[in-house]
Every structure is written in structure tokens, then in C-alpha cells.
T-cell receptor
Framework: GENVEQHPSTLSVQEGDSAVIKCTYS??????FPWYKQELGKGPQLIID?????GEKKDQRIAVTLNKTAKHFSLHITETQPEDSAVYFC??????????FGTGTRLKVLA | GAVVSQHPSRVICKSGTSVKIECRSL??????MFWYRQFPKKSLMLMAT?????????EQGVEKDKFLINHASLTLSTLTVTSAHPEDSSFYIC?????????????FGPGTRLTVT
């Protein structure tokens, strides 16, 4: 079955700097890759996603890149702000609605 | 759009009792709902997938007689933890996906923190 690895587990950046979180997946049939932000005591919120027919997608300060050949995808947050501090999860899905989540990255943006 | 609610947000129950958690899609019809469990500082673990009107599909290792799931309508799914024990204490999160548009997207509820004493 699908296995998703996520790195790093924790990440501290200075406010204004960029943050990059990377995930790798094992199942070449996976074709949908969402990223979620989870704040303490709350459910995950979708922040950006990408399908396998696209290499890159951007939404303001957030971007996601996908390398199908290498089976990895990354989340890029530019000009980080303290409110970006949260746990971020990547996930992979092969279209049957079932998501396999990564292990999470705790991002701390230092003011 | 695509709002999912959960009730209650927190619940404390005594060991041996049962507790029901509700998951509702407020502004769309959810043909499929998912139940996840999350331990502190850990990732989300899928427990089961349910389609409206049919029996839930449980992940390996999840006891279906202990975690009863009902998806009786297109906007409501319930998870009942039966004969709860302290080890069932966890954060339970539901998600829902619809039948139209971007049907592969899952919209998550805010979670329910269960504490069994």
C-alpha cells in the first residue's frame, strides 16, 4: 500500500523567511496530493493541493511542486508570518478518496 | 462552502459507557465520510470509510464492534465508541467528500476530543 514520508518533523524559521516541507510517496498510482494546516485542537484545513498532471501550483505565499518521476512533492511558504505557525500534513491519494497522510511537520515562525 | 461540523467538540465519559460523535456536512451532500483518530503530536490514522446507506469499511486493526459507524443520510454520519476505555481517549476527526465537483477532496471537521476516565 501507499506510504508517505514527510520531512522535517519540526522546522523553525525567522519571520519573513521561507519554509519548505518535503514529502515522498511510494505508490505511482497516487494522483492527488493535498496539504493541510492544523492548528492546536482543531481539524486540518486544506491550504493547497495538486494533481498529478500539474508540476507546480501557487496561491499567494504558498506553492506546491510535484515531481512524479521521483515521487516527491513539496510545500513552499514564502514571507512567513507568525500565524503560519502550525502543524502541516501532506497526503497522497490514488483517487479512491482514501488519503494516506504524512507524519506532520511542526512549523514555528519566530517573530 | 464545504463546511463540516462535529458535535460534541469535547466529551468526558466514564469507563464502560458509550459515547456518540456526530459529523455533519452543512452545505453539501457527503456521499462518503471518513473517521480518523489522532494521538497527541501524531498524524491522522484512518479508522473507517462510510458511504451513505451502506456499511462502513474499517481499516485493518480497527474493531468494528467497538467503533460503530452509521451514515444514514447524505449529511450525517455518527461514530459510537462502545464500552469506552481510557485507551480510547483520543482526538477523533471526521471528513466528508461530495458527489459533485472536486469529489476527491475531503473537508475536515473541527474534531472531537474524547477523554475516558
Amino acid at each position: 500500500g501507499e506510504n508517505v514520508e514527510q520531512h522535517p518533523s519540526t522546522l523553525s524559521v525567522q519571520e519573513g523567511d521561507s519554509a519548505v516541507i518535503k514529502c515522498t510517496y511510494s505508490d505511482s498510482a497516487s494522483n492527488y496530493f493535498p496539504w493541510y494546516k492544523q492548528e492546536l485542537g482543531k481539524g486540518p484545513q486544506l491550504i493547497i493541493d495538486i494533481r498529478s498532471n500539474v508540476g507546480e501550483k501557487k496561491d499567494q505565499r504558498i506553492a506546491v511542486t510535484l515531481n512524479k518521476t521521483a515521487k516527491h512533492f513539496s510545500l513552499h511558504i514564502t514571507e512567513t508570518q507568525p500565524e503560519d505557525s502550525a502543524v502541516y500534513f501532506c497526503a497522497a491519494s490514488e483517487g479512491t478518496y482514501k488519503y494516506i497522510f504524512g507524519t506532520g511537520t511542526r512549523l514555528k515562525v519566530l517573530a | 462552502g464545504a463546511v463540516v461540523s462535529q458535535h460534541p467538540s469535547r466529551v468526558i465519559c466514564k469507563s464502560g459507557t458509550s459515547v456518540k460523535i456526530e459529523c455533519r456536512s452543512l452545505d453539501f451532500q457527503a456521499t462518503t465520510m471518513f473517521w480518523y483518530r489522532q494521538f497527541p503530536k501524531k498524524s491522522l490514522m484512518l479508522m473507517a470509510t462510510s458511504n451513505e446507506g451502506s456499511k462502513a469499511t474499517y481499516e485493518q486493526g480497527v474493531e468494528k464492534d467497538k467503533f460503530l459507524i452509521n451514515h444514514a443520510s447524505l449529511t450525517l454520519s455518527t461514530l459510537t465508541v462502545t464500552s469506552a476505555h481510557p485507551e480510547d481517549s483520543s482526538f477523533y476527526i471526521c471528513s466528508a467528500s461530495g458527489s459533485s465537483g472536486r469529489s476527491y477532496e475531503q473537508y475536515f471537521g473541527p474534531g472531537t476530543r474524547l477523554t475516558v476516565t
